[in-house]
């Protein structure tokens, strides 16, 4: 499997978890969302609609979700069917959306995956002016459970050298807030983060153990393989996981 294609994973993207409508809500009001005529959002990088769901269950008009992987995308179409939007296959680089179309952009858990250098930019032609660009992660909150803790430990026990690409944990992030000023596109970035907890049933969280790429592109099969059963050993005589997670966005507002 190779680093960024999730091909393979997008039937175990189900199991994941969803976003906390608490830091949601947090930034809508921010952006004055209240005040604002015809508010329009773009969901890019959408994967299976995990956010893009939750959006649309808020009542919120989310005319265009962006996913480039087909089966991610197709995925994405089942789980939001009989809403009102439209999948378009596209990047963060070239997402295919009009200029000055929407008020809000959100990246799920994928801003990581991009060029900033061209994905801003490319956000900024989308947003409407004075618009908004939010990236967002749902790591777990490892040190809040000791039991995840030992997990964690697992992983770097049978793979060392392991580098995490998701950007949303303190010891793994990036300085999103210099990146996203970084084009001189967007300015007046802010920090929210919220702990979200969600109980899990063993199948479940073996699935969205599944669906992660970047360890098992990293450790291999064999390897990955090995450290699923060792967590399956671990957890085998529990009958739900209550799941803690760190839920961080930030978000810049377009410049002009």
Do not use: C
């Amino acid at each position: 499997m190779k680093q960024g294609d999730f091909t393979e994973l997008a039937k175990s993207y189900i199991n994941r978890p969803a976003y906390s409508l608490q830091i949601i809500n947090a930034m809508l009001k921010y952006m004055d969302y209240d005040k604002q005529k015809d508010f329009k959002i773009a969901d890019v990088g959408a994967g299976t609609g995990k956010l893009t769901k939750v959006l649309l269950d808020m009542g919120l008009n989310v005319p265009f979700a962006v996913e480039p992987n087909d089966q991610m995308r197709e995925e994405g179409i089942i789980y939001t069917n009989g809403k009102p939007i439209k999948w378009l296959k596209g990047t963060g680089e070239v997402t295919n959306l009009e200029s000055n179309s929407v008020n809000w952009l959100t990246m799920a858990s994928s801003f990581h995956w991009t060029d900033p250098a061209k994905s801003l930019p490319e956000f900024a032609r989308v947003l409407k002016p004075g618009g908004y660009f939010t990236a967002i992660w749902n790591p777990r909150n490892i040190g809040a459970s000791q039991l995840h803790t030992e997990i964690e430990d697992i992983i770097y026990q049978i793979v060392p050298s392991i580098q995490r690409v998701s950007s949303g944990s303190k010891s793994h992030t990036k300085n999103w807030d210099e990146i996203l000023i970084s084009t001189g596109h967007f300015k007046d970035v802010i920090l929210m983060e919220v702990d979200h907890t969600e109980v899990m049933s063993i199948e479940r969280y073996m699935g969205a153990w599944r669906s992660v790429n970047d360890i098992r592109a990293q450790a291999g099969e064999e390897k990955f393989n090995l450290i699923l059963q060792k967590i399956e050993d671990k957890i085998k005589h529990l009958k739900e996981i209550s799941v803690p997670y760190k839920m961080r966005s930030w978000t810049a507002q377009r410049v002009g």
